[in-house]
């Protein structure tokens, strides 16, 4: 089999992007492609069709390789749920609570056969694999448990090629830096080099390509110009990157909030929002920062109960009730729908002493988190006879306390969410995905204001996607030298 494998000098220099491009671009041109990250820490999930959860690049570079995604493709997922601990998703289903000392001094070792097998299940499907490192390959402290970079690409004979960053300034101490410290048989792995997310005159920086070549012997394959492809992010690193596709000194129409939570999650749910006429995006963690928005949004969280207290503990909590009062709108999602409820049980308490929290109380649910938890893909019909579609991923169980309207009606018949018309709260991650139902949520909001309406046409979610990916090979491919990628493809055989 193939493979190619995407590292990088540091966490969030694009290297999901990149695969991705790959991906497409190597489909594109008629291989069966894979992607595959051996292990990934995201709160950003991505739902398989059979219900299991991997990390969401992994989804999205699926898609991009026209395939469904497996859990294969990402057989280890770590979700930090603070204090230095994470959910280890092992195979798409939750394993365990680890530790960070427990998970890299026992089950890393003990994990490598089922990446193994995921690997060989893999390369008896597909043509080429397109693999993607974590962080940076030169971690000193982590390298002797480190599964994901360059062990990866040893077990699969992949060609490296070290992506690093422009934009954080310091790309050539970077790049020399992470080489020199990687040993002479990872260092010997490393083919190219990629200088991303570049903004100017190439020309300046020729002379430094041309220094970066001859000292490190490693030929820079391409300079990629930063671009603003719609494509979802791994993890909330890239939250502040999200500020750049609407800059918030500009004035918009219709001002929404949205409050991050300290472990925010699935909040790739949001990005429709960035491309809706009119609308500005805030992310609130501060009491000062709410302000008099039009909306607040309430994301999902990988536990709600702590990031609840803190909630409370900024003040942010009576303030969005007295908003509420004032009758802007509240939307909840996940985590944030159970927050909008009456109570929260938790029965996964420590000592295993349940409790039960008071929460905002603007809607009438009653939520109790329990052990088991709901992944799958789903679809229905919304409160207004829409069509919708989307995935659940939650451990909580909310019932209702008084009879209220459902959100949207699955097709399994089950009852989801809670509906009004100032308050409105569901599980139903990708919600806003739905372009219809999200601009008909937005044009009541204008007509309320005395705006006009917003009409024309509007692309399906799929649509959307497929255009970002082909802009993705487009951009990509103008940029960077694929008759060499080509070769390198051909040598890892």
């Not at 097998?117 to 002797?144: C, H, M, Q, T």
Request: hydrophobic share 40%; aromatic share 6%.
């Amino acid at each position: 089999m193939k493979a190619i494998m995407i590292q990088g000098t540091a966490s969030d220099v694009g290297k999901s992007v990149l695969c991705t491009a790959l991906c497409r671009i190597l489909v594109n041109d008629g291989y069966r492609i894979a992607p595959f990250k051996s292990q990934n820490m995201a709160l950003n999930s991505y739902i398989t069709k059979d219900g299991g959860e991997i990390g969401r690049a992994q989804g999205v570079q699926a898609e991009a390789a026209k395939i469904d995604a497996t859990t294969d493709m990402n057989p280890i997922l770590l979700k930090p749920t603070g204090n230095m601990v994470s959910e280890v998703i092992l195979h798409g289903k939750p394993f365990a609570d680890m530790d960070a000392v427990s998970y890299r001094e026992k089950f890393v070792e003990q994990v490598m056969p089922e990446v193994r097998k995921s690997l060989r299940r893999l390369e008896a499907e597909y043509d080429v694999l397109v693999l993607e490192g974590a962080g940076s390959p030169a971690e000193i402290n982590l390298k002797s448990r480190d599964i994901a970079n360059m062990r990866m690409a040893h077990e699969t004979d992949a060609a490296v090629i070290l992506v690093a960053d422009i934009e954080r300034g310091g790309v050539f101490a970077s790049l020399v830096g992470t080489l020199m410290l990687l040993d002479d048989e990872e260092r010997a792995r490393v083919k190219g080099i990629i200088i991303n997310k570049f903004r100017g005159m190439k020309e300046l920086l020729e002379n430094g390509i041309d220094w970066l070549e001859e000292y490190t012997g490693i030929q820079v394959l391409g300079v990629i110009p930063y671009f603003d492809v719609q494509i979802e992010a791994e993890d909330s690193m890239a939250l502040s990157s999200l500020r750049l596709k609407k800059p918030q000194h500009q004035e918009f129409e219709i001002d929404v909030a949205v409050i991050r939570l300290p472990l925010i999650s699935n909040f790739t749910d949001l990005d429709p929002l960035f491309e809706e006429p009119d609308v500005g995006v805030r992310f609130v963690s501060t009491l000062k920062d709410l302000k008099n928005p039009d909306v607040i949004i309430l994301p999902g969280t990988k536990n709600t109960v702590s990031d609840y207290v803190w909630l409370q503990e900024t003040g942010l909590a009576q303030a969005i009730i007295q908003l509420s009062r004032k009758g802007k709108k509240i939307i909840g999602i996940c985590g944030g729908y159970q927050m909008l409820g009456e109570t929260v049980l938790d029965n996964q308490a420590i000592k295993d002493e349940t409790k039960t929290y008071v929460t905002l109380g603007l809607l009438p649910i009653e939520t109790v988190l329990v052990d088991e938890k709901q992944t799958t893909v789903v679809k229905g019909t919304n409160y207004a006879g829409q069509e919708m579609t989307g995935f659940e991923l939650h451990l909580g169980r909310s019932t209702p306390t008084r009879p209220i309207q459902s959100f949207i009606c699955l097709d399994n018949g089950r009852q989801d969410g809670v509906y009004t018309d100032q308050v409105m709260g569901t599980y139903l991650h990708g919600v806003f995905q739905n372009r219809m139902f999200t601009r008909n949520y937005f044009n009541q909001i204008r007509v309320e204001k005395g705006l006009e309406e917003v009409s024309g046409e509007i692309l399906s979610d799929y649509e959307r996607r497929e255009q970002a990916y082909e802009m993705l090979d487009h951009h990509v491919r103008k940029h960077l030298n694929m008759e060499k990628v080509y070769e390198l493809l051909d040598e890892s055989t």
